[in-house]
């Protein structure tokens, strides 16, 4: 069974710290990686997608790809209370076109 | 992004009843896909709807009990059929299109007593 891995948190960090959410997968031959944010009460929204290895970075976000290690990461600079909510990995296997969804890491910003 | 929109937003319903969820594209799709999302868990695929063929289901979901409908490239129905308290959750459509990745629309809460 191919499974995608989160720490469920919370994960407490300070304004303006940077929070650094991590995400294992098993199917070696999985493409592509999403990272989606969700508030309490609403569905989830895409914020960073990724493909190959290395660094993605979009404005305060980044996401680190490593695909030997089948590890994807999301660093969140400069992290603000709204910040706050829970971020779900998300792994495309190579065979098929459904998402793969981790349990999800609840981060909390504290002022 | 691509524009979902989903209804019921939230519905609170009899045991034994069964509830139709409506998604519908602002754009033409080849797949549409239903989620569960039950209280505080993570997402799992029902099924993935084609237009023209039947809904392929997930493990674990049945089309008895979880019956899809897919008339055109832009609309989907899920009705939730027999409805027992452990159907309560959030249901949610999503859609994959170039340059916007798979998006969701903004979930039908489901609370059945």
């Known amino acids: 069974q191919k499974e995608v891995e989160q720490n469920s948190g919370p994960l407490s960090v300070p304004e303006g710290a940077i929070a650094s959410l991590n995400c294992t997968y098993s199917d070696r031959g999985s493409q592509s990686f999403f990272w989606y944010r969700q508030y309490s009460g609403k569905s989830p929204e895409l914020i960073m997608s990724i493909y190959s290895n290395g660094d993605k970075e979009d404005g305060r976000f980044t996401a680190q790809l490593n695909k030997a290690s089948q590890y994807v990461s999301l660093l969140i600079r400069d992290s603000q209370p709204s910040d706050s909510a829970t971020y779900l990995c998300a792994v495309l296997p190579d065979a098929g076109n459904m998402l793969t969804f981790g349990g999800g890491t609840r981060l909390m910003v504290k002022p | 992004s691509a524009v979902i929109s989903q209804k019921p937003s939230r519905d609170i319903c009899q045991r034994g009843t069964s509830l139709t969820i409506q998604c519908q594209v602002d754009s033409q799709v080849t797949m549409m896909f239903w989620y569960r999302q039950q209280p505080g868990q993570s997402l799992t695929l029902i099924a993935t709807a084609n237009q023209g063929s039947e809904a392929t289901y997930e493990s674990g979901f049945v089309i008895d009990k979880f019956p899809i409908s897919r008339p055109n490239l832009t609309f989907s129905t899920l009705t939730v059929s027999n409805m027992s308290p452990e159907d309560s959750s959030i249901y949610l459509c999503?859609?994959?299109?170039?340059?916007?990745?798979?998006?969701f629309g903004s979930g039908t809460r489901l609370t059945v007593v």
């Open positions: 999503s859609v994959e299109r170039a340059s916007y990745g798979y998006t």
